[in-house]
């Protein structure tokens, strides 16, 4: 499958469509057991605590999946990302509620590169905080 999003048709400035992602301390759990990563800081409130954080917060690879998905989406075809890194700056604290937390997400084309390649840069928010830097994706487009 290639890239639905055409080379010639994108230019430096052109902006994805943004979008938001719940996140709630089932989807924790559901992460916790697909990654692994059972760390008592994303389940055990008390232990989150304990450590210093204010609440039990999200995995950072699912906040950086989450992210992403704003880029596969628009490209329609995960295999177009052809490289991906973020910095962590802030963590997605997770309430004990139904509506748990939200992570937002927008992208815009930072650069055009050869080979039909280019520079994303994406920028996640979750309750009005940022929680990813320097996230950047390199997509190859059609």
């Not at 999003?5 to 979008?19: C, K, W």
């Not at 916790?32 to 055990?44: K, Y």
């Not at 390649?117 to 830097?133: E, H, I, M």
Request: no cysteine.
């Amino acid at each position: 499958m290639a890239a639905r999003i055409a080379y010639d048709d994108v230019e430096v400035g052109t902006e994805l469509p943004p979008a938001g992602f719940p996140v709630t301390r089932a989807t924790l759990v559901r992460y916790a057991g697909a990654s692994g990563d059972f760390n008592p800081i994303h389940w055990n409130e008390r232990f989150a605590r304990e450590v210093g954080l204010p609440d039990v917060i999200a995995h950072g690879m699912f906040t950086m999946a989450s992210a992403i998905r704003v880029v596969t989406d628009w490209a329609g075809d995960p295999g177009a990302v052809v490289e991906y890194g973020v910095r962590f700056t802030k963590p997605v604290v997770v309430p004990n509620d139904d509506e748990g937390a939200r992570v937002e997400v927008t992208g815009k084309v930072a650069a055009k590169l050869d080979d039909n390649l280019v520079r994303v840069d994406l920028v996640a928010t979750s309750a009005g905080q940022k929680v990813l830097g320097m996230s950047r994706a390199v997509v190859r487009l059609g």
